[in-house]
Every structure is written in structure tokens, then in C-alpha cells.
């Protein structure tokens, strides 16, 4: 009897802590380190029974497809959440809705094309925020940037878009992050920054725009990041054109370079006998403003002018065609006449050759020396 109850209460207390340090067969839990992680086991979707002590929680490179608001129920200490390397689509409304505590998102190395209304939407202030090679479709930006406008991300920190084929931000984008200090958009094929496209970072300090696209930064693009006040800037891999439209962009450089984090080495990719040139050296004369007009916008006008040259010659040859065609029997008659008169000159032509040739008008005056 005695022995029942001390088995009993030794299964109540075994059974209460094996369910305290209940952990989802897949993964690794560590409760001393609030530590959960799920790596590499081709996981279909969140593992129920995640304990609620969790406060990092790793579920990487699995196979997940998408996040709903059923995903992280009762999960109200997790701090840090990364899943990346997954091939989540699709972000529900809510998906990370029962987050209270959460700080740091990592959706990078995903594969988004889907973000409902909401499902950015996080009950803490993010922030850090990781969507590097995240974004999949063209549409997953404007979703973002209306997740951004809807949800609260006044406290984000840190933002990561690195990788993600981004062609131009839309205006009024990061209007939202008031409190951004690190942006980061390396490696995407922006080519220019419009008017507003970094409006509202005044607190930013860091901005990663490396090979990106660039050819240049014009008026515009120059206005933008003088908007940052003194953020630094790596603005390097890019395929800067070291051609006259360049001359602001090189004044700018020279003036605010302490600002570019890798000024020094930002080189020229084209013209050809410009390349591995240092652009901050450049003055408008070695850009080819000044003088002989080789720069860009002359060369532009150029090509302009040959092509409309072009059009205008191939005009006059239709018309002239066309005239040819209609005035057939009037060129016939003057082919002919033509013929005829070459005809006479040739005659009066031949005839006088065979009389300086006749030989019994006298030997050839060579001879007559002899
Ligand atoms: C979250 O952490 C607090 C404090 O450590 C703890 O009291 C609470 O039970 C935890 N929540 C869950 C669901 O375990
Ligand atoms: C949690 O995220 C913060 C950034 O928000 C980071 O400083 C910290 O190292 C992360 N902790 C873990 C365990 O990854
Ligand atoms: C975001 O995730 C990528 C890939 O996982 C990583 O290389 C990068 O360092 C992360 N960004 C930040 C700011 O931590
Ligand atoms: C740039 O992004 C592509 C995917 O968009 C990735 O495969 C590549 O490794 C990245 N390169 C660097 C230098 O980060
Ligand atoms: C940018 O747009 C604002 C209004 O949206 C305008 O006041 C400002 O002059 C513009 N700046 C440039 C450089 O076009
Ligand atoms: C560019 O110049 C650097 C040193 O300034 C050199 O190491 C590099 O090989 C050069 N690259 C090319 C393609 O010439
Ligand atoms: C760079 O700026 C300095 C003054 O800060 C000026 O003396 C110099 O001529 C400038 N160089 C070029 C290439 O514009």
C-alpha cells in the first residue's frame, strides 16, 4: 500500500517535470538556456509542444510553407524567433499575433509571396526585423510596405532587405520606422532613389546600399541621402559610370566622403579606360564635362541624332522609291535617251581611237628615235 503511494507520487513528480521539460521530438530544448531549436529536419510545419519557457526559438532550415495564427499559441516568452531557411509563402493574419515578448524576427533565406493584412503584426515593439532573401514576388514588397504602414514598428532597429531583387522603394516607404538605426539593402538591383524613397529615417545611422545597381547618383538620389543627417553610407559594388552625368555625384563625394564608410574604394565601372578609377578624385574635367562634351549627355544626344538621321534618310529613300515607281515610263525614256547619247559619244569616241591607232598614219614616236 505504502509502496503504491510512493510509486504514485514518484510518477506525479517524474510526469510533472518530463511534462515541465516536455520537448517536440525533432528538436533540441534547453531550459536552462530558454532555448528551443528545430535545425534541419524537414519539418512541414511549427511542432506542437513547444514549451512555454522558450525565449529563443530556432526553427531553420525545415520546410515549412506557411505561418498562421494557430502556429505559436501559448508562446508568450519568446523573445527571439528565427525561421529562416524555410519556404514559407504565405504569412496569415495574426501569424505572430501571440508573441507578446517578441524582439527579434528572422524571415530571411524564405521564399514570401503572400502577406495578409496583419501578418506582420507583432504585440511587442520588433526590433530587428531580418527579411534578407526573403521577398519572392514582385508583390511582396508593396504587401510589405503596406504591412509596415498598418503595423507598429516604431521601435524597429534594425532592418534587413538585402537579396531580394529590389528594383526601386517605394516613396514614403520606411515613413513608418521613426526609430531605425540600421537599414540594410545590399545586394538588389536599385538603380536610382527617388524623391521620398527614404523619408522618415531621421534617426538612421547605418545604410547598406552595396551592389546594388547604381550607375550614378543624381541630384535626386543625392538629395535623399542628405536627408539621413549623418548616417554612414557603404555605397560600394556598384557599376558607377565615371561619365559627366557623374559630376554631382563626384562633388558630393568629395565634399561628404567622411560619411561613405567605403568611399576610398569606390571605383569606375565603365567607361572602359576609366575602369578601377577612384571616383572621389575625379574632377568634371576627367568625367569629360568640360572641353570636347564626351560625356554621357553628349554621347546620349548623339546616339539621338544618328538615329533620327537614320529615320529621316530611310524617308527620303521610301519617297524617292516610291517617285522611281510612278515616273516608270518617264525613266524608261530617259534611260533610253541615255543610252543613245552614250551611244554617240562612244562612237565618236571609237571612231577617233581607230584613226590615232592606224598604223599607216606613221610609226609610233618611240621609234622614230631610233
Ligand atoms: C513565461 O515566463 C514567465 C517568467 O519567467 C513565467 O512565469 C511564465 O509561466 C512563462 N510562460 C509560460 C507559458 O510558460
Ligand atoms: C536575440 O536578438 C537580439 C537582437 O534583437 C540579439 O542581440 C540577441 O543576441 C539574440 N539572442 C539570441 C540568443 O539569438
Ligand atoms: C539576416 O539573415 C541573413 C541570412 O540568414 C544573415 O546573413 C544576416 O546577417 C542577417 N542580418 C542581420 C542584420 O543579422
Ligand atoms: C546576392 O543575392 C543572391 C540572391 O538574390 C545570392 O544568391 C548571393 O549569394 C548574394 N550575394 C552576396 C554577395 O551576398
Ligand atoms: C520632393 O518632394 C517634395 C514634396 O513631396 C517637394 O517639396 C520637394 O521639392 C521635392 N524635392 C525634389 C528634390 O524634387
Ligand atoms: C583594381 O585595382 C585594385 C587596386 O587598386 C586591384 O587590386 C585590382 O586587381 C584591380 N582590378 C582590375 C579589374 O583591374
Ligand atoms: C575636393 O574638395 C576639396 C575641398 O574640400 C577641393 O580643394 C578639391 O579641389 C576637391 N577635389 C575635386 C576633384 O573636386
Same mark, same amino acid.
Given at each position: 500500500?505504502?509502496?503504491?503511494?510512493q510509486?504514485?507520487?514518484?510518477?506525479?513528480?517524474?510526469?510533472?517535470?518530463?511534462?515541465r521539460?516536455?520537448?517536440?521530438?525533432?528538436c533540441?530544448?534547453?531550459?536552462?538556456?530558454?532555448?528551443?531549436?528545430?535545425?534541419?529536419?524537414?519539418?512541414?510545419?511549427?511542432?506542437?509542444?513547444?514549451?512555454?519557457? +522558450?525565449r529563443?526559438?530556432?526553427?531553420?532550415?525545415?520546410?515549412? +510553407?506557411?505561418?498562421?495564427? *494557430?502556429?505559436?499559441k501559448g508562446?508568450?516568452?519568446?523573445?527571439?524567433?528565427?525561421?529562416?531557411?524555410?519556404?514559407?509563402? %504565405?504569412?496569415?493574419?495574426?501569424?505572430? @499575433?501571440?508573441?507578446?515578448?517578441?524582439?527579434?524576427?528572422?524571415?530571411s533565406?524564405?521564399?514570401l509571396?503572400?502577406?495578409?493584412?496583419?501578418?506582420? +503584426?507583432?504585440?511587442?515593439?520588433?526590433?530587428?526585423?531580418?527579411?534578407? %532573401?526573403?521577398?519572392?514576388?514582385?508583390?511582396?514588397?508593396?504587401?510589405?510596405?503596406?504591412?509596415?504602414?498598418?503595423?507598429?514598428?516604431?521601435?524597429?532597429?534594425?532592418?534587413?532587405?538585402?537579396a531580394?531583387?529590389?528594383?526601386?522603394?517605394?516613396?514614403?516607404?520606411?515613413?513608418?520606422?521613426?526609430?531605425?538605426?540600421?537599414?540594410?539593402?545590399?545586394?538588389?538591383?536599385?538603380?536610382?532613389? %527617388?524623391?521620398?524613397?527614404?523619408?522618415?529615417? *531621421?534617426?538612421?545611422?547605418?545604410?547598406?546600399?552595396?551592389?546594388? @545597381?547604381?550607375?550614378?547618383?543624381?541630384?535626386?538620389?543625392? /538629395?535623399?541621402?542628405?536627408?539621413l543627417?549623418?548616417?554612414?553610407?557603404?555605397?560600394?559594388?556598384?557599376?558607377?559610370?565615371?561619365?559627366?552625368?557623374?559630376?554631382?555625384?563626384?562633388?558630393?563625394?568629395?565634399?561628404?566622403?567622411?560619411?561613405?564608410?567605403?568611399?576610398?574604394?569606390?571605383?569606375?565601372?565603365?567607361p572602359?579606360?576609366?575602369?578601377? +578609377?577612384?571616383?572621389?578624385?575625379?574632377?568634371?574635367?576627367?568625367?569629360?564635362?568640360?572641353?570636347? @562634351?564626351? /560625356?554621357? /549627355?553628349?554621347?546620349?544626344?548623339?546616339?539621338?541624332?544618328?538615329?533620327?538621321?537614320?529615320?529621316?534618310? /530611310?524617308?527620303?529613300?521610301?519617297?524617292?522609291?516610291?517617285?522611281?515607281?510612278?515616273?516608270?515610263?518617264?525613266?524608261?525614256k530617259?534611260?533610253?535617251?541615255?543610252?543613245?547619247?552614250?551611244?554617240?559619244?562612244?562612237?565618236?569616241?571609237?571612231?577617233?581611237?581607230?584613226?590615232?591607232?592606224?598604223?599607216?598614219?606613221?610609226?609610233?614616236?618611240?621609234?622614230?628615235h631610233?
Amino acid at each position: 500500500m505504502l509502496g503504491a503511494v510512493q510509486s504514485a507520487i514518484l510518477c506525479a513528480l517524474v510526469c510533472a517535470s518530463s511534462a515541465r521539460a516536455a520537448c517536440p521530438a525533432p528538436c533540441e530544448c534547453s531550459e536552462a538556456a530558454q532555448t528551443v531549436k528545430c535545425v534541419s529536419k524537414d519539418l512541414r510545419e511549427i511542432p506542437a509542444g513547444i514549451p512555454g519557457y +522558450t525565449r529563443n526559438l530556432f526553427i531553420l532550415g525545415n520546410q515549412i +510553407t506557411r505561418i498562421g495564427p *494557430e502556429s505559436f499559441k501559448g508562446l508568450e516568452n519568446v523573445t527571439n524567433l528565427s525561421l529562416s531557411n524555410n519556404r514559407i509563402a %504565405q504569412l496569415e493574419s495574426g501569424a505572430f @499575433g501571440g508573441l507578446h515578448s517578441l524582439r527579434s524576427l528572422d524571415l530571411s533565406g524564405n521564399e514570401l509571396r503572400e502577406l495578409q493584412p496583419g501578418a506582420l +503584426t507583432v504585440p511587442a515593439p520588433l526590433r530587428d526585423l531580418n527579411l534578407s %532573401q526573403a521577398l519572392h514576388s514582385r508583390s511582396a514588397l508593396p504587401a510589405l510596405a503596406w504591412a509596415l504602414r498598418g503595423g507598429v514598428f516604431g521601435g524597429l532597429a534594425q532592418l534587413d532587405l538585402s537579396a531580394n531583387g529590389l528594383v526601386l522603394l517605394p516613396s514614403a516607404m520606411f515613413l513608418p520606422l521613426g526609430a531605425l538605426r540600421r537599414l540594410l539593402l545590399a545586394n538588389n538591383s536599385l538603380v536610382a532613389l %527617388q524623391n521620398g524613397s527614404l523619408l522618415g529615417l *531621421e534617426r538612421l545611422a547605418w545604410l547598406d546600399l552595396s551592389l546594388n @545597381g547604381f550607375r550614378t547618383f543624381r541630384k535626386e538620389a543625392l /538629395g535623399e541621402l542628405d536627408r539621413l543627417g549623418g548616417a554612414r553610407l557603404l555605397l560600394g559594388g556598384n557599376p558607377l559610370a565615371c561619365v559627366c552625368g557623374a559630376e554631382d555625384f563626384a562633388d558630393w563625394l568629395n565634399g561628404s566622403y567622411a560619411r561613405v564608410a567605403d568611399g576610398d574604394r569606390l571605383v569606375c565601372a565603365s567607361p572602359p579606360e576609366m575602369h578601377n +578609377t577612384t571616383l572621389r578624385t575625379l574632377g568634371g574635367r576627367d568625367l569629360g564635362c568640360h572641353g570636347d @562634351g564626351a /560625356g554621357e /549627355g553628349a554621347e546620349l544626344a548623339l546616339q539621338t541624332s544618328y538615329a533620327f538621321l537614320g529615320v529621316v534618310l /530611310g524617308l527620303v529613300g521610301v519617297v524617292f522609291l516610291c517617285v522611281l515607281y510612278l515616273n516608270r515610263t518617264g525613266i524608261k525614256k530617259w534611260v533610253t535617251d541615255l543610252r543613245e547619247a552614250c551611244r554617240d559619244v562612244l562612237e565618236g569616241y571609237h571612231y577617233r581611237y581607230e584613226i590615232d591607232s592606224d598604223p599607216r598614219l606613221g610609226p609610233p614616236p618611240s621609234s622614230a628615235h631610233l
